[in-house]
């Protein structure tokens, strides 16, 4: 499974972007895709994460109300609205995918993409 993202660059506090993930592969096994981020000097955290059946989403607490995961109408495909930028939400973004096969699990990473919002 290959993931990457797009999307990404610098914006106001204030402003929006949209993230987009394309997978790629032998993707009939992924069960849930989501987002990930990562700022300087800090652990990855989760962002939000969404079932690909069911759509069944989940969001970090500093997100809710703010930023919208979903997937296309290939459901490969995800995106992350984010409205409502804060300087605290820059960091590279990292699209996540993990796979169930024959009762195991295995997770997929993209490259990430730089989110940076000013003050």
């Known amino acids: 499974v290959q993931l990457v993202e797009s999307g990404g660059g610098l914006v106001q506090a204030g402003g929006s972007l949209r993230l987009s993930c394309a997978a790629s592969?032998?993707?009939?096994?992924?069960?849930?895709m989501g987002w990930y981020r990562q700022a300087p000097g800090k652990q990855r955290e989760l962002v939000a994460t969404i079932t690909t059946t069911g759509g069944t989403t989940t969001y970090a607490d500093s997100v809710k109300g703010r930023f919208t995961i979903s997937r296309g109408i290939a459901k490969i495909t995800m995106y992350l609205q984010m409205n409502v930028l804060k300087p605290d939400d820059t960091a590279v973004y990292y699209c996540?995918?993990?796979?169930?096969?024959?009762?195991?699990?295995?997770?997929?990473w993209g490259q990430g993409t730089q989110v940076t919002v000013s003050s």
């Open positions: 592969g032998s993707t009939f096994s992924i069960t849930t």
């Open positions: 996540h995918a993990r796979e169930l096969r024959l009762g195991r699990t295995k997770d997929y």
